[in-house]
């Protein structure tokens, strides 16, 4: 399991993690969204050991990164800007990482080479942006990681070369139990292939949950009142936002349901009334909301 606790990081004045607890299960994908700076890339950076805490600690299976480095010799990053050495080709960069990773499979490499259909003897710095986020990948793979962090991964990847990255990566997952942190903005990407989820925003996990569990907490109706609607008030939910399409009223509130319908029967003559489902996009931008991001641009009025 891969745990960071009560970890902390500014950058001369400037608060860029601030008390991050996160909690990652040997064989889940775990999604890490959240605003643009709000510090994915140096949480990731901190569990590689490239940056150094002020405060708190990542542990990986019980033992901490801080008292042994090795441990991040079995942890591989995927970074968001690709950098290769000068005249590196595939071919080379395989001799070179089997210098540093002693799990590496030679016999992966060559059959995820074939897959994606890449040239392995080609200079990777004039490969094409999804080329190289494609030889990244089949690298990082290969290597055969513990932890596998992957920073906005698909990033620049048509449909077709998406559905592959996450067919392998679901397999590999299966096959190997490691942990796979990926950070990105594609919440439709990641709604169809994360266990967990972790928003983050100013430096805070504002909420880390299993996704389903997610999609459980947070409801949405559509609902049509005769009428005009009133103040929405009862201890059995919580209502997040309203919003008011037409004569269309959205929902979005915690609790049951089933007694909100209840609720709305008893005061109203409801003449629609349904539940809609919530994606990963629809929880991002209602927590993000709760701490006044970009609500008002947001809000239908
Ligand atoms: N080495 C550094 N020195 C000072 N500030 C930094 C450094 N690296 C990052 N920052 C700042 O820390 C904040 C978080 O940056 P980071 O790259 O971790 O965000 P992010 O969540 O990955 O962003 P995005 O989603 O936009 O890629 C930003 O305000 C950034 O300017």
């Not at 008011?244 to 709305?264: D, R």
């Amino acid at each position: 399991m891969l745990k960071v606790n009560d970890l902390s990081k500014k950058f001369r004045e400037f608060q860029v993690l601030n008390n991050i607890n996160l909690n990652a299960d040997m064989g889940q994908i775990y999604g890490l969204v959240g605003s643009n700076g709000c510090g994915k890339t140096t949480l990731l950076k901190h569990i590689m050991n490239i940056y150094k805490q002020d405060s708190g600690y990542i542990f990986f299976n019980g033992e901490a990164v801080k008292d042994n480095s090795e441990i991040v010799e079995d942890f591989y990053y995927v970074q968001d800007n690709l950098f290769f050495p000068n005249q590196y080709s595939l071919n080379k960069l395989l001799e070179f990482e089997s210098l540093i990773y002693k799990n590496i499979s030679k016999e992966k490499f060559d059959r995820l080479v074939d897959f994606f259909n890449l040239d392995k003897d080609k200079n990777l710095n004039k490969m094409s942006k999804g080329q190289k986020k494609q030889a990244a990948f089949v690298m990082a793979i290969s290597t055969q990681p513990k932890v596998l962090l992957l920073d906005e991964i698909v990033d620049g990847l048509d449909a077709v070369v998406k559905r592959k990255f996450w067919s392998v990566l679901i397999q590999e997952v299966i096959d190997n139990e490691m942990v796979v942190i990926i950070s990105s903005h594609d919440l439709k990407e990641l709604d169809n292939i994360c266990d967990k989820v972790g928003i983050m925003h100013e430096g805070k996990i504002l909420k880390e949950e299993n996704l389903e569990k997610m999609k459980n907490e947070i409801k949405r109706v559509q609902f049509a009142v005769e009428g005009e609607l009133g103040e929405l008030d009862s201890n059995d939910f919580k209502v997040l936002k309203l919003v008011k399409i037409g004569s269309i009223y959205i929902c979005t509130l915690t609790g049951s349901i089933e007694k909100f319908k209840e609720y709305m029967n008893s005061k109203y003559k409801v003449i629609i009334f349904d539940e809609l489902s919530m994606s990963l996009e629809d929880i991002f931008i209602t927590e993000l909301g709760g701490v006044g991001y970009g609500t008002e641009d947001l809000e239908i009025k």
